[in-house]
């Protein structure tokens, strides 16, 4: 047998292995842009709850922070059990789906909850915010945990194909913040306007319960190969195993190693998400508070991040990742600084702008506050996106099986970061300094990793 021939079978598998992970990364693509839907929604619902906007938006987002690093950290911690990737992962994402058309009688049921807990012990407004708040939390807990799950045994899957490399985990990333972007806009400006909150959730559950669907049979799919492979190998059809592009799966990672990278990923939870809410309260004055606005900063917060991780996502940077961590925070702590210089510009320049187009349409006004936006978030934003991405990297160049849990270990930290910007921020650096010195604390933080 010639060596073309017995190099054919791993050369199948691996294209195979590529068409694959293609698929499944469009599949993350919808898994994000409904995550986020699901944010939109379950914030709206909670407003009616509490009658405030801010209070259903902090719960919202506790829960989804927290239900993530939760689902991130389990997912990475028994990756190890996990025999059948794509199978967890579709079953996953059915049970999401299942979830959210049950939240709409299970928010209703703890409503009446909450009038009965009122009625009995009449609490004081502290007491009963924070009994609304616990509950609300938990009912959110589940699908949210189940969200976090699902990078972690994704890459569970990918560090076991042959089509593997260092950053496809880091494309995987990007795919999701790609939908998400994708579920912010659909959300804020198409699905809820036109179609309402219950029509909008029946949509996001079809388009999860497709996912799943999709998974298992890649699942299936997969199997009946492996099933094919062993026949091969039967009748002494050799498939050598391909050595890794820029994977070393025998590298232990160091104690200092791992503090360093972790410290990262909390550092760039915490700068992404505390930027944002300084950001938000910057642009106030400049485009409003409406929803509108929000989902404009939104927005292109995950466009900046996600181009960012599409770049790191492109090539190997495996063999200079402190390098690249060290110019890429230099250069976020100067973004931040031209974006504080830039504020007191915008006001000014929106104007003129204005003027000189003869803009009189609400669809002109939008376009100059999201160039407006665009002017100080973008480049920060995409500048922030390319750190957790290379902490990715860092942990997917490990053995396979200690890699998963090192990438469910740094999303997780990731996100207690997020929590911990969101919360100084809100409650703590804005309220007792002000936003600039939120954005200049931003700063020397990145300097500080740097």
Not at 271 to 280: D, G, K, L, M, Y
Not at 397 to 412: E, F, K, M, N, Q
Not at 431 to 437: D, H, L, V
């Amino acid at each position: 047998m010639s060596t073309l021939e017995r190099a054919r079978p791993q050369s199948v598998l691996t294209a195979h292995s590529l068409k694959i992970a293609s698929l499944i990364g469009l599949c993350f693509v919808f898994s994000g842009a409904t995550g986020l839907i699901y944010e939109v929604l379950w914030a709206r619902m909670l407003g009616l709850v509490f009658g405030a906007t801010t209070l259903a938006v902090s719960t919202v987002l506790a829960a989804f922070m927290g239900g993530l690093a939760l689902g991130s950290a389990l997912a990475g911690k028994l990756s190890s059990w996990i025999q059948r990737p794509f199978r967890t992962y579709g079953l996953i994402e059915i049970g999401i789906a299942i979830y959210a058309i049950l939240v709409p009688f299970l928010f209703s049921w703890v409503d009446n909850l909450y009038a009965l807990v009122w009625q009995q012990f009449h609490p004081g407004f502290f007491v009963f915010s924070l009994c609304r708040f616990a509950f609300s939390c938990l009912l959110l807990l589940a699908p949210t945990t189940l969200m976090g799950a699902t990078l972690p045994v994704l890459a569970a899957a990918l560090v076991r194909s042959p089509a593997y490399k260092s950053n496809s985990v880091t494309r995987l990333y990007a795919h999701n913040l790609a939908g998400a972007i994708l579920g912010t806009l659909a959300a804020g400006f198409v699905l809820l306007p036109s179609f309402g909150v219950r029509a909008t959730i029946y949509l996001a559950a079809f388009i999860n319960i497709v996912i799943g669907a999709v998974a298992i049979l890649v699942d299936r799919r997969r199997a009946t190969n492996a099933v094919a492979r062993e026949q091969a190998l039967e009748f002494n059809i050799e498939t050598p195993a391909k050595p890794r592009d820029g994977v070393h799966s025998a590298k232990p990672a160091t104690l200092e190693s791992i503090r360093f990278w972790m410290f990262c990923a909390f550092a760039s939870g915490f700068v992404t998400i505390s930027t944002q809410v300084a950001w938000t309260r910057l642009l106030a004055m400049i485009i409003g508070s409406s929803t509108y606005a929000f989902s404009i900063v939104v927005a292109l917060s995950l466009i900046g991040l996600s181009a960012g991780a599409y770049l790191i996502g492109r090539k190997d940077y495996s063999r200079k990742l402190r390098e690249m961590i060290f110019k890429l925070e230099l250069l976020t702590a100067f973004s931040l600084f031209l974006s504080l210089l830039m504020v007191g510009q915008i006001p000014g320049l929106l104007v003129k702008v204005g003027l000189i187009l003869n803009v009189s349409s609400w669809g002109g006004l939008l376009s100059l506050q999201i160039a407006s936006a665009a002017i100080l978030i973008l480049l920060p934003a995409f500048l922030m996106g390319t750190v957790m991405p290379l902490v990715l990297v860092w942990a997917s160049d490990h053995h396979p099986a200690y890699s998963i849990r090192l990438i469910g270990r740094a999303y997780a930290v990731n996100t207690i970061g997020a929590i911990a910007g969101a919360l100084l921020a809100g409650f703590v650096i804005i309220p007792k300094a002000n936003t600039r010195f939120t954005i200049l604390f931003v700063a020397s933080l990145c300097i500080f990793v740097a």
